[in-house]
């Protein structure tokens, strides 16, 4: 039973454009959503998060989105850089509890 | 230099054999997570705790051990009971009551 999904496995843009990375999520006591950036052999690093009170949270090049209604929130990256290359993944938590859910990643490869 | 330090990076083990991983945080944070990801899964919980000598069981608890005596250190033993252990294992943390979890460089298990 995935309470988060990021149905694409991989993504691959060219440097400049747009990446837009997609994250479902089934159970409606989740209020808060991170965005995680792993690079292999390495520990995720945080990259952006957004409340359930929000639907938009930016931070330079990232941007969160958040459709309540639609259970669904997406990261925008613009523009997209090499660097960028790595796997992406979605978590929720609930208010009080440090737990998160994670979906099972998604690779993003930025082609220069 | 506040962090999370996971060692070794590297650790080769015979089958049967139990085996503990370390995790150690400065950052004075209450509560400590045991992740494991497998190639195409995520991040699964393993184990987590909120507070010194108090723990509890994530989704994949079974063959697994912790103990938490002291705020900076979260252990993990993996027990010959465990059927798949050759894994990535990441420990993180966080501040009590806050869902943003750092994560530490991981540990890369492979039992031969």
């Known amino acids: 039973d995935q309470q988060v999904k990021q149905n694409s496995p991989s993504l691959s843009v060219q440097e400049g454009r747009i990446s837009i990375l997609n994250c479902d999520y089934t159970?409606?006591?989740?209020?808060?959503f991170l965005w995680y950036k792993k690079y292999p052999a390495e520990g995720p690093t945080f990259l952006i998060s957004?409340?359930?009170?929000?639907d938009k949270n930016e931070d330079g090049r990232f941007t969160v989105f958040l459709n309540k209604s639609a259970k669904h929130l997406s990261l925008h990256i613009v523009p997209s850089q090499p660097g960028d290359s790595a796997v992406y993944f979605c978590?929720?938590?609930?208010?009080?509890?440090?737990?998160?859910?994670f979906g099972k990643g998604m690779k993003l490869t930025v082609n220069p | 230099d506040g962090g999370i330090t996971q060692s070794p990076k590297y650790l080769f083990r015979k089958e049967g054999q139990n085996v503990t991983l370390s995790c150690e945080q400065n950052?004075?944070?209450?509560?400590m997570y045991w992740y494991r990801q497998d190639p195409g899964q995520g991040l699964r919980l393993i184990y987590y705790?909120?507070?010194?000598?108090?723990?509890q069981k994530g989704d994949i608890a079974e063959g697994y051990s912790v103990s938490r005596e002291k705020k900076e250190s979260f252990p993990l033993t993996v027990t010959s009971a465990q059927k798949n252990p050759t894994a990535f294992y990441l420990c993180?943390?966080?501040?009590?009551?806050?869902?943003?979890?750092?994560f530490g460089p991981g540990t890369r298990l492979t039992v031969l």
């Open positions: 957004i409340s359930s009170i929000k």
């Open positions: 705790s909120q507070i010194v000598n108090d723990f």
């Open positions: 993180a943390s966080s501040i009590r009551g806050y869902n943003e979890q750092f």
């Open positions: 978590a929720a938590g609930q208010g009080g509890s440090e737990k998160l859910v």
């Open positions: 159970n409606s006591m989740f209020d808060y």
């Open positions: 950052l004075n944070h209450d509560a």
